[in-house]
């Protein structure tokens, strides 16, 4: 079975830090792209961070310089560390792999027949 697990969210004040964990089974993230997703009330689904398949990274512009994005060497957990959150960066975080369409226009409920999707982790920054 393949599956992808999501830990790490919870509830922080602006500018504090979290650290998100996604952890595959049944799979490895050798030689696909993994990266970490979120959905927001009322909008679209977001790219948040991404490695892709050569290595290179790619993140939104709203996180760049804030969070970043690994993966272990076995290439079987990716983590996001998330400094200096803000109240707008509050939504659930999924993590997903080998997709293969661009995320964009819709809500993250209609990709995740592509490619594989964790459940998600609720992260929520206060003010």
């Known amino acids: 079975e393949v599956k992808l697990v999501e830990s790490g969210g919870g509830s922080v004040t602006a500018g504090g830090s979290l650290r998100l964990s996604c952890t595959a089974s049944?799979?490895?993230?050798?030689?696909?792209?993994v990266g970490w997703y979120r959905q927001a009330p009322h909008n679209a689904c977001e790219l948040v961070a991404r490695?892709?398949?050569?290595?290179?990274?790619k993140y939104a512009d709203s996180v760049k310089g804030r969070f970043t994005i690994s993966q272990d060497n076995a290439k079987t957990t990716a983590s996001l560390q998330m400094n200096s959150l803000k109240t707008e960066d509050t939504a659930r975080y999924f993590c997903?792999?080998?997709?293969?369409?661009?995320?964009?226009?819709?809500?993250?409920?209609?990709?995740?027949?592509?490619?594989?999707w964790g459940q998600g982790t609720q992260v929520t920054v206060s003010s």
């Open positions: 997903a792999a080998d997709i293969s369409v661009d995320v964009i226009g819709r809500i993250c409920s209609a990709f995740q027949i592509f490619g594989h």
């Open positions: 049944g799979f490895t993230f050798d030689g696909t792209d």
């Open positions: 490695v892709n398949s050569d290595g290179t990274t």
